[in-house]
C-alpha cells in the first residue's frame, strides 16, 4: 500500500460494454453501487454515458485515499462485482487515479477577479 495522502483520490475506470450486455451491466451496477458508496473511504459514486457511444461506460467514484481504494480493490465486495460484470466488456477497462491540481473553487475565484478587472 502507498503512504496515506490528505487529498482525495479521483478514480475513473472506462469501461467498453458489449451492446448487448448493457442493460445487464446496469442491472449489476445498479446493485452494486450502494454497497460500493457504503464502503469505508468512498465519498462519491457515478456512473457516466458516452454521449456518442452509450456502450461506453465511466465510473467516477471519490475516495478518502489510495488506501481506501486499495482497501475496497482487496474486498470481497469488489470481487463479487468485477467477477459479475467482466464478462459484459468488449475491451478491457482502463481505469487511471487522479488528485485535484487545480480546484475549481481557485479557478473561480480568479475568473471572478478577472472579470472585476
Known amino acids: 500500500m502507498n503512504a496515506p495522502s490528505s487529498e482525495p483520490l479521483i478514480r475513473l475506470v472506462r469501461m467498453t460494454l458489449r ?26 459514486l457515478e456512473l457516466w454515458e458516452g ?18 481504494l486499495d482497501r475496497y480493490r482487496e474486498s470481497a465486495l469488489f470481487r463479487e462485482t468485477w467477477r459479475a460484470v467482466k464478462p459484459l466488456f468488449a475491451a478491457p477497462p482502463v481505469a487511471h487515479s487522479h488528485a485535484v491540481l ?10 471572478d477577479e478577472a472579470r472585476e478587472a
Open 51 to 68: 454521449r456518442r457511444f452509450p456502450n461506453v461506460c465511466t465510473t467516477f467514484s471519490l475516495w478518502d485515499d489510495e488506501d481506501a
Open 19 to 44: 451492446p448487448d450486455a448493457r442493460a445487464a451491466f446496469l442491472d449489476r451496477f445498479d446493485a452494486a453501487a450502494p454497497r460500493i458508496r457504503a464502503f469505508d473511504g468512498c465519498r462519491r
Open 102 to 111: 487545480r480546484a475549481a473553487d481557485a479557478i473561480d475565484a480568479a475568473t
